[in-house]
């Protein structure tokens, strides 16, 4: 089995930087997901949010969750958040958003589309969206009962991940087999959402992750969800789709909403073309 594709962003500043950018293109086209280091987010900036994620679940939220394990009342937990830090939060979206489109210009170079087309595409009317999901997945004692998260793809356009450096947990599915995708200090996990495969024309892969319980600890995970607008048109690239080729073309063109609604009640089932 092949190792998990690490990239250092370092490396596009300097003479390997055809390397790195092979690096990239490999892992998009064979993996869809690829873990970056030196990506310009500072340590202790990253030590600051993981602190705060783990601080708020511990206060606010584990407590309320064991007494509803305890109650087998488990249709969801809700907390009031009083006490977060918002502007470390706010700071660390536009940051990952900030990554979020010099990773889409990157795959552009690699495809040979021109600089902001990816950007573009998601675009519509009003603009791309961005939102951040931080989760915290507790030990869980019979791990062979339940999934953390079921297998799926995700709906959107590119995904960003800082996830526990400790605990594992995340896999994807490669070649019918799934791989762990480890944990990496300071590392921000990038996956490819299924508009992207699209765009792509299938080039680039939305592979099917899931998120499987462990007995020994807690695991954080804050995604960040770099998506089109709801009113843009998704569709392959034409300039990935020859014209002599049009019969080639995998996918239909297709608002990303009416996308979102299929999606919603399809995304645990098995995933097709």
């Known amino acids: 089995m092949a190792t998990f594709p690490v990239i250092n962003l370092e490396k596009l500043n300097g003479e390997e930087r055809a390397a790195t950018m092979e690096q990239i293109k490999d892992a998009c086209e064979n993996w869809g997901f690829f873990q970056l280091l030196n990506h310009g987010i500072p340590h202790d900036f990253l030590d600051t949010v993981e602190r705060l994620t783990k601080e708020h679940y511990k206060k606010c939220m584990e407590q309320s969750f064991k007494e509803l394990v305890a109650s087998k009342a488990l249709e969801g937990l809700q907390a ?11 700071e660390f979206a536009l940051k990952l958003e900030k990554l979020a489109e010099e990773l889409l210009d990157l795959l552009c170079e690699n495809l040979g589309l021109e ?15 961005f939102g951040t999901k931080v989760s915290n997945y507790p030990p869980c004692p019979t791990p062979d009962k339940i999934k953390g ?26 070649d019918g087999e ?19 495969e699209v765009i792509t024309n299938g080039k680039y892969k939305s592979v099917e992750h899931r998120v499987i319980a462990q007995t020994n600890g807690a695991r954080m995970s804050i995604a960040s969800f770099y998506n089109p607008g709801s009113d843009a048109v998704i569709h392959p690239a034409p300039a ?20 979102m609604k299929l999606y919603v009640g399809l995304k645990f089932q098995t995933k097709e073309p």
């Open 149 to 174: 998260l079921r297998a799926h793809t995700d709906a959107g356009g590119i995904i960003l991940l800082f996830q526990d450096a400790q605990m594992s947990g995340l896999q994807l599915l490669k």
């Open 178 to 196: 799934w791989v762990d995708v480890p944990p990496m200090r300071h590392s921000i996990v990038i996956n490819l959402g299924d508009q992207l």
């Open 115 to 129: 600089k902001g087309y990816l950007k573009m595409a998601f675009h519509g009317t009003r603009g791309p969206t």
């Open 240 to 259: 990935l789709v020859e014209k002599e080729e049009e019969e080639r073309r995998l996918y239909p063109k297709f608002v990303f909403e009416d996308y």
């Open 80 to 90: 009031e958040v009083t006490d977060m830090d918002w502007e470390v939060m706010k």
